[in-house]
């Protein structure tokens, strides 16, 4: 992966915070990454963690009453207001998005030339027929879509189709960056793997990057270069993917690869209790009341961002800086909250 | 207790306008509640009362006096008359709704769950019924009836009933259907629950939410035709109770000679109860139907996400 | 390689004799009803065959595990087991009783020792019903207890599932619960009748990833500490590796591939099969190897592919798998896939109108367009022959046809491979012949 170019995406302290009846839910809390050109980040964590809602807020897709800030900054320049006017006008031509159920994003009523060139048309007015015919072939076919179904229906066309088809979609337009959440859970298992063999293809053809939402991790070893945990709103572990795979270095991280049932598996692992309630999460480090090493510290001051030994950026006080713990602080939290498995489930 | 709360759950996450209309309508009705419940200490005079101590009441007088809004040519205390009909109204309102609403939730449940030909063949009756003008059918069932137990407010409920049946059975039928499919059903026969169970246990408490709203919605409409069916000659006699739609009737004649008490009040309690009634039904719908509704998000303020 | 904790699986061997249910030829079909206008007249128009013809012992004590993807009719199977799903024919048998034959009464009897838990947890769980009704609900329905004995034996229940302490969940709602905690309110319902056997139809396939073992964990004591049998449904090969004593992959309402999970594992045989086991993404980023995916999609069960169900996808395909003309149809439309746009313009002008080769048959037809000859038509598939000559398609066209109007192709007559033993499994592919049948090895050696 080369670092020389520019990133397509910078995220500073992105916070996403949605209103409820008990209070503000810190979805995303401080998030911040790059993403380089042509690079797939895998966002990995349990549900609840915020992944999902990262991946919206990057492209202003949040419910009204969220509260967005932090800076993005895209291809270099500083991004307009999350969520703003100017913002969502990026959406489609240098933002683009995939969904889990990809029927809900097809107009069945709509043929598959006409949901081109409605798109095309979108960003571009005017664009001929022609042209839109030529572009959206050429997606289709990296899609493995014959071109003798560009004038069918969606519903002619099976699970797996409709998925490559809104790909194709969100590709036509040659967006910078594609947020892709979840694109092969309602998928089967064989079609599963086609879409991430494609995925995984997509830089070769195409000068897009993507952030694929997954709670998957195998799939992110098989499709990403990089991989980013996150764990209660926050980004815990980031790096390369075979790095963070090899050798995990947050606790969260490790855990979560023990407990994934692999064709290696020979003992079931579990990760005790469940994600917190982000309305009021613990204070500290968000893992500690889960984490098999916590320490004192860990129960009082949220652990430093810090670069280790295999290039990953890691949050957790087991990696230091010894200079921020206090004195104690580093012995083990003897008191672990009680977790019945009444909380976990 | 579980569909209480179910049903009880959206008054409290009211917002709006529709709460406003909701209340708006609430209070209307409540004013007839009021006025139908205690008929006996604020109507002066009785319905069918044409004389008291044994004076004789005065043919068409005018509003004051010893008669607050007249008398009418049957020599009836008008007042008297419109507060004994919000009596008449809302028994046979509540008995018509009332009777529709469980003969057709039992009857869509049934049909519904059961399928097959039993379901084709009350579908197909439900839908002729269906297609009958509401006051047309009301007329002919008003007619059937009268000959057996006579034009009270039982009889009038009854074609009432017949006319509404079939909305609510389409609804809880079509509900039935889709919840038959669901996996929480399969589950219940999986555990070897009877068909019945299923119906009680399983569908009644996940079809019934649709029932109240079209319930508030149909007693509005149900007083109109009840009052056609007055107007008509067809609903409640007048010695067996008020009824608005006969007075409105009666009234017709008076208008041209400059009488309008006799017919301006019981028309505009028909008027009013309806709009309140119809207020509630579309409060509800608003705030029940999960689509129109416009849930409760709290904004945040900058100032609490600073830490 | 151990795939299970050796103590966990030792003493279960032994106990595999007893036969609990026996499946014969089961069938499970169900009418096709067209448009709305065939609806209008009440005509069907085709039957599904979600389940078609199998056959399965399943002993008392182990784990079957009945893997395949979506429209596979794995899901159908274990509905019919407890009647749920109409039996067209064939029998199951469940300790002398024949699940086919009964209906009402006798059904719900039976249903008091089979059991199920479902795939989505939240919506097997009557949503207006508290917990604790849930879980006593089958108690009241089959009259076993009431009062104090119903609570008791409902937070028993709980407790078991790890719902515990039982009182906090017993007036919660299913709304109120996460996905795991009401999955295990589901099983806890499921065992509340101490059953014999509990089909498992995709488990923790909607739970979060760190759920899923957890899940899996109880469901390995529950059978331990109640003695119970498992179907255990799933598409998720990883966790049937590790929870299964036997593995039945099926495919298109058939089984394909029946055997031990040590030798499936080891040496799948069916394509299919080593084409799931290879579909699985690696955790280890070091083994991720580039994989050969079978293409396309499990085809529409209510007209399936003829011959053997899986040849349109299978890389090993062979004369005698039941070529056809959709086979001919999928193959120009990836060969489009694979050209630029003018070339696909010029091409698809040659070749005229391809909809015929929907209706499946042993010969197709394939048309020149107009202003074009059969002899242009032919070229086109010669460059498509050209391009992938390792194209298992080739293998199964008896002859080409060049006339005036297009080309004719006639293909292998093929067959449907029935069930066989092959080493230690039994699977149903031409690759794997019956002992003495000269009818053919594949023309390429498997890799």
Request: glycine share 10%.
């Amino acid at each position: 992966m080369s670092t020389t170019g520019q990133d397509v995406l910078s995220v500073r302290d992105l916070r996403v915070w949605y209103g409820t009846e008990r209070g503000a839910a810190r979805a995303v809390d401080g998030v911040s990454f790059d993403l380089r050109p042509g690079e797939i980040l895998g966002l990995v964590g349990e549900s609840g963690c915020g992944k999902t809602t990262l991946g919206r807020g990057l492209l202003g897709l949040l419910p009204r009453g969220a509260f967005v800030d932090g800076d993005v900054t895209f291809k270099g320049k500083p991004m307009p207001a999350v969520a703003s006017k100017e913002y969502r006008a990026l959406r489609g031509a240098e933002l683009g998005m995939i969904f889990q159920e990809p029927m809900t994003r097809l107009n069945p009523l709509m043929r598959i030339s006409e949901h081109f060139e409605e798109t095309v048309r979108a960003h571009h007015p005017g664009v001929s027929r022609e042209r839109v015919r030529h572009a959206a072939l050429e997606v289709l076919r990296v899609m493995g879509i014959p071109p003798t179904r560009y004038r069918s229906y969606p519903h002619e066309f099976s699970g797996g189709m409709r998925q490559r088809l809104t790909i194709a979609l969100a590709l036509v337009l040659r967006p910078a960056f594609i947020v892709a959440d979840e694109p092969t859970t309602a998928l089967d298992v064989l079609v599963e793997a086609q879409i991430i063999k494609i995925l995984a293809d997509l830089r070769r053809e195409f000068d897009t990057s993507l952030l694929l939402i997954t709670h998957n991790l195998g799939i992110v070893s098989e499709a990403c270069d990089r991989v980013a945990v996150m764990y209660a709103g926050r980004i815990v572990e980031i790096g390369d993917a075979r790095q963070v795979f090899r050798s995990p270095q947050h606790p969260y991280t490790q855990e979560l690869l023990r407990s994934t049932i692999s064709l290696s598996t020979t003992g079931l692992s579990f990760i005790p209790g469940s994600p917190p309630d982000l309305v009021d999460p613990p204070a500290g480090c968000r893992f500690h009341p889960r984490c098999p090493h916590a320490m004192r510290v860990c129960a009082t001051q949220a652990p430093v961002p810090l670069e280790v030994a295999g290039g990953q950026r890691v949050e957790c006080w087991l990696h230091g800086p010894e200079s921020q713990v206090p004195p104690g602080g580093g012995e083990p939290l003897h008191v672990r909250e009680e977790l019945s498995v009444a909380d976990e489930a | 207790m579980a569909v209480m709360r179910r049903v009880l759950a959206p008054f409290r996450e009211t917002v709006g306008f529709s709460r406003w209309m909701l209340l708006a309508g609430i209070v209307i009705v409540a004013f007839f509640v009021v006025l139908a419940v205690g008929a006996e200490w604020i109507a002066p005079y009785g319905y069918a009362q044409k004389s008291a101590d044994g004076v004789d009441f005065p043919k068409l007088a005018e509003p004051g006096g010893d008669h607050l809004l007249g008398t009418d040519r049957l020599f009836f205390d008008v007042w008297s008359r419109v507060v004994w009909g919000a009596r008449t109204a809302l028994e046979v309102i509540v008995l018509a709704v009332a009777g529709s609403m469980i003969l057709g939730l039992a009857l869509g449940l049934v049909s519904g769950y059961v399928g097959g030909w039993f379901d084709r063949i009350l579908v197909l009756v439900m839908d002729a019924l269906y297609a009958f003008p509401p006051l047309l059918l009301a007329i002919v069932f008003g007619f059937l009836l009268a000959d057996k137990i006579g034009a009270g407010v039982v009889s009038a409920a009854l074609s009432l009933t017949v006319v509404y049946l079939p909305q609510y059975f389409r609804v809880v039928r079509n509900s039935t259907i889709s919840a038959r499919e669901s996996t929480y059903v399969e589950a219940a026969r999986a555990l070897g629950a009877p068909g019945r169970t299923v119906i009680t246990r399983y569908l009644f408490g996940n079809v019934i939410h649709s029932v109240p709203v079209i319930g508030t919605l149909n007693a509005a409409d149900a007083l109109g035709t009840l009052a056609a069916l007055g107007f008509l000659g067809l609903g409640i006699q007048p010695t067996d109770g008020a009824d608005w739609g006969f007075d409105l009737s009666r009234a017709l004649d008076d208008a041209s000679s400059g009488i309008w008490w006799t017919g301006v009040f019981s028309g505009a309690a028909i008027v009013l109860l309806i709009t309140g009634l119809t207020l509630v039904g579309e409060g509800l719908n608003e705030t029940i139907n999960p689509v129109l509704r416009k849930k409760r998000l709290q904004k945040i303020r900058r100032e609490e996400t600073i830490r | 390689m151990p795939t299970k904790p050796e103590a966990a699986r030792a003493p279960r061997r032994a106990e595999h004799d007893e036969t609990l249910l026996s499946i014969r030829d089961l069938r499970v079909h169900y009418a096709l009803r067209g448009s709305s206008l065939a609806r209008l007249f009440g005509r069907d128009v085709g039957t599904v065959k979600a389940v078609d013809g199998i056959d399965l012992e399943i002993a008392k004590g182990e784990v079957l595990g009945l893997v395949g993807e979506s429209g596979s009719g794995k899901s159908t199977l274990g509905r019919a087991v407890l009647g749920l799903a109409p039996i067209t024919g064939g029998s199951i048998a469940y300790e002398e009783r024949r699940i086919e034959t009964m209906s009402g009464r006798a059904l719900r009897e039976v249903r008091r020792n089979l059991q199920m838990v479902f795939q989505d947890p939240s919506a097997a769980l009557n949503p207006a019903m508290d917990i604790e009704t849930a879980v006593g609900h089958p108690l009241r329905i089959h009259r076993l207890a009431r009062g104090d004995e119903l609570r008791r034996r409902v937070v028993d229940a709980l407790e078991r599932v790890g719902l515990s302490p039982a009182d906090q969940f017993l007036t919660k709602y299913p709304g109120e619960l996460s996905g795991g905690q009401k999955q295990r309110a589901v099983i806890a319902r499921a065992i509340i009748l101490d059953p014999v056997l509990l089909i498992a139809d995709e488990p923790i396939s909607m739970l979060d990833m760190s759920v899923r073992s957890k899940l899996l964990q109880l469901m390995l004591d529950l059978k331990a500490d109640l003695d119970l049998t498992y179907v255990y449904i799933t598409h998720d090969l990883a966790s049937a590796k590790f929870f299964c004593d036997r593995v039945a992959i099926m495919y298109l309402g058939r089984v394909v591939e029946i055997g031990t999970t040590e030798e499936i594992f080891a040496d799948p045989k069916h394509p299919y099969t080593q084409s799931l086991v290879g579909a699985i993404p690696d955790l280890d980023p070091d083994r991720s190897t580039p994989r050969d995916l079978p293409r396309g999609e499990i085809p529409d069960a209510a007209s399936p592919p003829l011959g053997c169900a899986f040849h349109p996808r299978c890389p090993q395909a062979f004369d005698k798998c039941g070529w056809e003309s959709r086979d001919l149809r999928v193959l120009l439309e990836s060969h489009w896939t694979t050209v630029p746009e003018a070339e696909y313009d010029a091409e698809r002008a040659i070749i005229g109108d391809v909809d015929a080769l929907d209706l499946p048959d042993h010969v197709a037809a394939l048309p020149a367009g107009r202003g074009h000859s059969g002899g242009d038509v032919e070229r086109v598939l010669d460059t498509i022959h050209a391009a992938d000559p390792d194209e298992p398609f080739w293998r199964g066209v008896r002859q080409r046809r060049v006339v005036d109007a297009g080309v004719g192709i006639d293909f292998h007559e093929g067959e449907d491979p029935a069930l066989r033993p092959a080493g230690g499994v039994q699977v149903a592919c031409h690759l794997y012949p019956p002992p003495g049948d000269a009818a053919g090895p594949p023309p390429q050696p498997k890799e």
